[in-house]
């Protein structure tokens, strides 16, 4: 469930050592030993730290030549430390406001007689209108596996993994261990 990933990211970032890593890595990707240096730990604990902050993609490490520099993931600290905000809110993690009128209209203008999509959009709205639509026949409280999940795309859409990671990021479904669920409607963006 989505709520375990809060708890989790809230729970990840109770450390001291782990904000003040984020701190500095707000001004510009740093290497492991340079981090160490300006919070004056060894090397190991440093490891340790980063470790547990990628772990919740507030972090991802970037090579250069032979020095691994690591780089903070703003989008996701700032999405991850905002949405406890919306919980509770009537919809918990809007992104656009579309009335079902417009919603039924760019379905219309992206599907084919069968139902297929012709293509899928690049703008943000119009995508999340679409992979909804997608979700069609798929129910809350069910858990899904990933062939079963497969198999509904494409239905839709030739590209079930494209699909199905959009799915996650755009909050509409929940995936731990290769099982798939349908987040609350709240948690969706449309």
Known sequence: MQLDRLVR?????????????????KNGP??????????????PTISHHIAKLKDIDVIYQRRDKNT??????????????????RIGGEHMFEVFDINEEE?????????EKDGRLKQLPAQRKKKLVLLEYMLGGLEQGQSYEEK???????????????????????QFM????????????????V
């Open 9 to 25: 990211f809230h729970k990840t970032l109770g450390d001291k050592t782990r904000i003040r890593i984020i701190a500095l890595l």
């Open 30 to 43: 740093l290497h492991g030993q340079a981090i160490a240096g300006k919070l004056k730990l060894k090397a």
């Open 68 to 85: 691994i520099y690591f780089h903070l993931n703003e989008r996701k600290l700032e999405q991850m430390s905002t949405a406890i905000n």
């Open 103 to 111: 919603k039924a209209k760019l379905i219309r203008n992206f599907t």
């Open 148 to 170: 079963d999940i497969n198999a509904h795309i494409q239905q839709y859409h030739d590209d079930f993994a494209t699909i199905r990671r959009e799915w996650i990021m755009a």
């Open 174 to 189: 929940y995936r731990e261990n290769g099982i798939y669920e349908m987040n609350p409607r709240d948690m969706w963006p």
